[in-house]
């Protein structure tokens, strides 16, 4: 993450110029400066992939799967498919060097169209609903220890979630450099209970504690949708995988620090999944994992004693580091969309005091904030509308690897993965999205795809034939006076 914002013209022809090049013709430009090297790339991928799933996530996928063993093939499948989707994407974040994710690679791949209705899914849906949902689980874990035993009421719950969502907004509109202190920090913070658990477990285990693993695949259920549906929350907690794609403009040396921060951070994260869950399944049975709502604090009760308290904190710190993470790369694609006039144009405004994109910021939360609200908004159901939703778009980005091959050959790509990982990822989402729709048909799906089209009826008058409604003008001067923002000075093609 940066310290400044540089607000630089990026264009594919850009992109094949040496970064030093670039530098030099915007030397006075106010920018986004190339700040996050290999440490700082780590931390903003294991420190969002690490946030509420581990601590959440283990009852959904076993409860779908049905045993120890099945449960923990997933974990490490998810793992598999997560490394081989980052790697897909690193070819094309090298390619194509400008912060946005998803959003630039398609527009590129397919058209103004398709990279606008990723926008308009992931500014609306996707990405406010996972701060929405790390915030959850942020009070969840918070809120428990003042209710033992029992559920703590929503509204405090909500109240919890919002402090969350509320004080991640602020400190982002203060600063980027706090921001990445919270990163960096609370990443810390959760490896350290991460290898607490770990060791642990493996404590109790060595104290002969075996029972639940060695009985490894009974009651198996292998059903086509019951093992999409365990995908889906695995796939939770590894989201965030493609965080480094948000910030490419900002990445120090991309060509080695980008591959090398993924080759380390999504690997290291899938073992330690895999062995905080064996962790999990030595000191409890599948069906305890189940009941229990924070399967953590059940664990910590029964391994750390007088020193449980320890656990709560440090899934709150876990969650909040997550939920900072996403906020910051959500805010970047907010951001690319509206210096591209894909999104309000107030969006792509930088406060001219505190060098934030406040407007992105201040707009993600507020959309986070309204999805807290309804009594529906339960952990697991909005998780799988999350993953349903992004995979449909991971899906289309995956293949993109494949047109841009294909109609942009002469393309500078200092990174090329073997092509055969975009299409087995292809499959996957493909898979991912088609198996729950055909086994457990539900209106949500039909509403999640409804949405995304939806976002035609903005594109084309507004967009496409630039009808702009006459308030705009004066609400843009309004809110930029507001929230002393200022037009990024450079607006790329
Ligand atoms: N893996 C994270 C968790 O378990 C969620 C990440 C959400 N995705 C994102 N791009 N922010 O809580």
Same mark, same amino acid.
């Given at each position: ?16 110029m ?34 509420s799933? #581990? ?18 093939? #997933? ?12 790697? &897909? ?10 912060s ?24 609306i849906?996707?990405?406010?609903? &996972?701060? @929405?949902?790390?915030?959850i689980?942020f /009070?969840?874990?918070?809120?428990a ?6 559920? =703590? ?7 919890a ?15 980027v450099? *706090? ?7 609370f ?34 259920? &292998?059903?086509? $949708? ?6 889906y &929350? ?9 965080? *480094? ?5 900002e ?8 591959? +090398?921060? #993924?080759?380390?951070? +999504? !690997?290291m994260?899938?073992? *330690? ?5 064996? @962790?999990?399944?030595? %000191?409890?049975? !599948? ?20 020193? $449980?308290?320890? %656990?709560?904190? /440090?899934? /709150?710190?876990?969650?909040?580091? @997550? ?12 951001y ?20 934030? !994109?406040?407007?992105?910021? +201040?707009?993600?939360?507020? +959309? @986070? ?10 952990f697991s159901?909005l998780?799988?509308?999350f ?22 050959p ?10 055969? #990982? =975009? ?5 996957? /989402? ?5 198996? !729950? ?18 976002? *035609?009826?903005f594109?084309f ?28 000075p450079?607006?790329?093609?």
């Amino acid at each position: 993450m940066s310290s400044k914002i540089r607000l630089r013209k990026v264009s594919p022809q850009h992109d094949m110029m040496k970064d030093s090049d670039v530098r030099e013709e915007k030397r006075d430009v106010i920018e986004l400066k190339q700040e996050v090297g290999i440490l700082g790339g780590i931390s903003l991928v294991v420190g969002t992939m690490i946030g509420s799933g #581990i601590f959440m996530s283990p009852a959904n996928i076993i409860s779908n799967v049905g045993s120890v063993g099945s449960s923990l093939c #997933i974990w490490a499948a998810c793992g598999v498919l997560s490394t081989l989707a980052a790697l &897909s994407y690193v070819e094309l974040g090298l390619m194509i060097r400008k912060s946005g994710g998803e959003y630039q690679y398609l527009k590129e791949a397919y058209g103004d169209l398709v990279g606008f209705l990723l926008a308009w899914t992931s500014i609306i849906v996707t990405k406010p609903s &996972s701060f @929405a949902i790390i915030a959850i689980g942020f /009070a969840q874990y918070v809120t428990a220890p003042f209710y033992p035993g029992c559920t =703590p009421p929503d509204t405090i719950m909500k109240c919890a979630a919002a402090f969350c969502i509320l004080t991640i907004s602020t400190i982002n509109c203060f600063s980027v450099k *706090l921001s990445n202190f919270v990163q960096i920090f609370f990443t810390g913070a959760k490896l350290l209970i991460i290898a607490a658990i770990i060791i642990g477990g493996f404590v109790m285990m060595g104290q002969g504690k075996t029972e639940n693993i060695t009985n490894g695949f009974e009651n198996s259920i &292998s059903s086509f $949708s019951a093992v999409a549906l365990g995908f889906y &929350s695995g796939l939770w907690s590894y989201d965030g995988w493609n965080q *480094l794609n948000f910030v490419t403009e900002e990445i120090k040396n991309p060509v080695k620090n980008f591959p +090398i921060a #993924i080759l380390i951070g +999504i !690997p290291m994260v899938t073992v *330690l999944y895999i062995l905080v869950n064996i @962790a999990y399944f030595t %000191v409890m049975t !599948p069906s305890e994992i189940i009941a229990s709502s924070a399967v953590a604090i059940t664990f910590g009760d029964r391994v750390f004693g007088p020193a $449980s308290f320890i %656990v709560p904190v /440090a899934v /709150a710190c876990s969650t909040f580091g @997550a939920a900072n993470g996403s906020a910051f790369t959500a805010a970047r694609l907010t951001y690319a969309a509206g210096r591209n006039g894909h999104m309000l144009n107030i969006f792509s405004y930088i406060s001219v005091t505190r060098l934030t !994109p406040s407007p992105a910021l +201040i707009f993600n939360s507020f +959309i @986070a904030l309204l999805m807290i609200l309804p009594n529906s908004s339960n952990f697991s159901t909005l998780i799988d509308y999350f993953t349903f939703a992004s995979w449909i778009f991971y899906g289309a980005t995956f293949l993109s690897v494949i047109v841009l091959r294909i109609r942009r050959p002469k393309w500078e790509r200092p990174y090329k993965v073997w092509i055969v #990982i =975009p299409a087995i990822c292809t499959a996957a /989402a493909v898979y991912l999205i088609i198996a !729950p729709i055909v086994e457990q048909p539900s209106l949500a799906y039909l509403y999640a795809a409804c949405f995304i089209l939806a976002g *035609l009826i903005f594109y084309f008058p507004l967009i496409y034939f630039k009808k702009v409604p006459p308030f705009m003008e004066p609400l843009n001067a309004f809110l930029q006076e507001l929230l002393e923002v200022v037009p990024p000075p450079d607006i790329p093609d």
